[in-house]
């Protein structure tokens, strides 16, 4: 195998020079939202266009950002858009809900992601990975051409389904990844009446197709409610004190209607785990166009493993794994960008 340190350069779109027209920007966020930026975005802290009859500024320094989405967080709410193309599909999951309800939710998640539970998950997450490798393997051996993308979608959905769900989601890996294309390529692109902030009660025509997938997942979410309550009642000793239970156990006056338990319940299966496989995909992929550091990274692997080390203190020993999904991450970034809007309530600091 050749393995000499060749360059490699990932494709990208090629920043846009002129400025898109009405027409252009309805066609471009569709098919591919990247393709809209131009050559400053890549060079200056900031920069400020009109979208739409809307001053949009754009920020780009990390210093910005971080002043937008952690210092003075609470001077900013979701952008319209944004939450146009999102609440239909989440509706009061945690990526999209505001105020209170956010609150709530997001308190309950903090229980579930302690440093506690975060250290068990590690093991499992390993022993999933192994599995799914070794099945993997089986198939290359056959031939037949494996499809990445689809493959770290049935791994992370596996690895969901044990560490959060123990097991019990209503549904198995089973065609799985197709119903969450679907579910994201026609629920989850910008459609023409989102750009012109069209009262969300005027159907998308652009999401019709999408509409079974998401009565699918609703339907599985609820089915998994269904058994985990049925199952607290007749076995309460024998219940896992996992994501799911938790949830439920909020349920009441004081804590989480049903509806914002199946959002969130919605928004990990359907969407919390679609952005971790894209960017193992695309670490795979990068990899894959590098064999040189393909092979640093085997024997990096290959030494920590031989340690006998606990998983949870891998990424510290692996520097060039590490660093290769954050290169990764940074040329192909799941979610480009968020899209806060300031807050109409309130003065924006600065």
């Not at 937008?68 to 001077?75: K, Q, Y």
Request: hydrophobic fraction near 40%; charge should be negative.
């Amino acid at each position: 195998m050749d393995i000499r340190p060749e360059p490699f350069e990932p494709p990208a779109p090629i920043p846009r020079t002129v400025p898109p027209s009405r027409l252009d920007i309805i066609k471009v966020m569709f098919r591919n939202p990247l393709e809209l930026w131009g050559a400053p975005s890549y060079s200056l802290p900031y920069i400020q266009v009109k979208f739409f009859g809307r001053l949009t500024t754009i920020a780009n320094h990390p210093g910005l950002i971080r002043h937008v989405l952690v210092d003075n967080a609470a001077n900013y709410a979701m952008q319209p858009i944004r939450q146009l193309v999102l609440r239909p599909i989440l509706r009061d999951g945690l990526l999209t809900a505001e105020g209170q309800v956010w609150k709530r939710s997001r308190k309950a998640m903090a229980q579930v992601f302690t440093p506690r539970h975060a250290r068990g998950f590690a093991g499992k997450m390993f022993r999933i990975s192994e599995g799914f490798a070794e099945r993997y393997d089986a198939a290359a051996r056959t031939g037949e051409p494996v499809n990445i993308a689809v493959g770290m979608t049935e791994l992370t959905y596996e690895i969901l389904a044990d560490t959060l769900f123990s097991g019990e989601i209503a549904t198995g890996t089973e065609g799985f990844a197709d119903r969450v294309d679907s579910l994201l390529h026609n629920m989850g692109r910008i459609d023409p009446l989102d750009l012109l902030q069209a009262p969300a009660w005027i159907p998308r025509i652009t999401r019709i197709p999408g509409k079974r997938a998401l009565s699918a997942f609703r339907k599985i979410v609820s089915d998994t409610m269904d058994a985990r309550r049925a199952r607290m009642t007749t076995e309460p000793e024998g219940v896992p004190d996992d994501f799911l239970t938790l949830l439920l156990r909020l349920e009441g006056p004081e804590g989480l209607t049903r509806d914002e338990i199946e959002d969130n319940i919605l928004t990990f299966i359907g969407a919390g785990h679609e952005t971790t496989a894209r960017a193992l995909a695309w670490t795979l992929y990068c990899v894959s166009e590098s064999p040189h550091f393909r092979l640093l990274m085997e024997e990096e692997i290959d030494h920590v493993m031989a340690e006998g080390r606990d998983p949870v203190d891998w990424l510290e020993a692996m520097p060039h794994v590490r660093a290769a999904f954050e290169e990764a991450l940074r040329l192909y970034p799941p979610a480009p960008l968020d899209q806060p809007g300031a807050h109409p309530r309130r003065p924006v600091d600065g």
